[in-house]
């Protein structure tokens, strides 16, 4: 196996069906997009680390992939790490709060981390973290 290549991770790509209510959820977590990317059908920012995240619309990924039809669970699963264990609860306070679905409300996880995890508004799976 040629081992010259290496493949770095460079963007994790997330369809959504509305672009407006997906850039609503994700600034809830604190991440930035630019200024009128509600009418956009490619939209991304870079996180801390450089890896990219990408939002799609649906309509813009069927127009180059005939049949293709993501849906809910198993879009994409994403893992956010936070500062501290408070930082968690209060990330998936305002989640909630805006009326997201919890999938694991806050708990102190056995490997050590302060752990939650939320649906996006297309069934997309958000762990928050924490080391404790």
Do not use: K, N
């Not at 600034?27 to 890896?51: D, K, M, N, Q, Y």
């Not at 619309?57 to 790490?81: C, I, K, N």
């Amino acid at each position: 196996m040629d081992t010259s290549i290496g493949a770095e991770l460079d963007m994790i790509g997330i369809v959504v069906t509305d672009m407006t209510r997906s850039l609503a959820f994700y600034r809830l977590l604190g991440l930035e997009f630019p200024e009128g990317s509600e009418t956009e059908a490619h939209v991304e920012t870079t996180l801390r680390g450089g890896v990219r995240l990408a939002l799609d619309l649906q309509s813009m990924v069927e127009g180059f992939h005939p049949g293709v039809t993501p849906d809910g669970h198993g879009r994409v699963g994403l893992a956010f790490r936070l500062p501290t264990a408070a930082a968690v609860d209060d990330a998936w306070r305002r989640v909630t709060a805006a009326g997201h679905t919890s999938v694991l409300d806050p708990f102190d996880a056995p490997w050590g981390q302060r752990y939650a995890t939320v649906a996006d508004p297309d069934g997309s799976s958000l762990d928050l973290f924490a080391w404790t």
